[in-house]
């Protein structure tokens, strides 16, 4: 219980960065921003919901779904937050008119407006 007053205030200084990210962030990508954090909460929620389970006891069953919360936590919050991340990066790059992020957009959505941009 002592370790998730830490956690608590770990999730607070996150959800603070990313509001506070909104000023600098372009409004094409300010959804992403949004979603982000309510991507964040569930998944690593799961960690601390996983230190709980041995309080129900130490069968097999709550071993097993213990070690599953902690994988699909460390895949979510490390694999997958790592692509959903390089993919906000490739986008607001590309609207800065970054070339070689527009480059890697062409064809996937982002205007050729962009392109007028490019440094």
Do not use: H
Request: hydrophobic content about 50%; charged content about 15%.
């Amino acid at each position: 219980m002592i370790s998730t007053v830490f956690f608590a205030w770990l999730l607070w200084e996150v959800f603070a960065t990313i509001r506070a990210g909104k000023a600098t962030t372009p409004a094409t990508l300010d959804k992403w921003r949004t979603n982000l954090w309510w991507y964040i909460l569930p998944t690593w929620g799961l960690y601390p919901l996983a230190y709980a389970l041995p309080q129900l006891g130490q069968t097999a069953d709550i071993v097993v779904a213990q070690q599953f919360m902690f994988t699909t936590a460390d895949i979510t919050t490390k694999l997958v937050y790592g692509v959903i991340l390089s993919r906000f990066c490739l986008r607001r790059s590309a609207l800065e008119g970054y070339a070689p992020a527009i480059s890697a957009m062409d064809g996937t959505g982002v205007t050729s407006s962009l392109q007028t941009n490019v440094k």
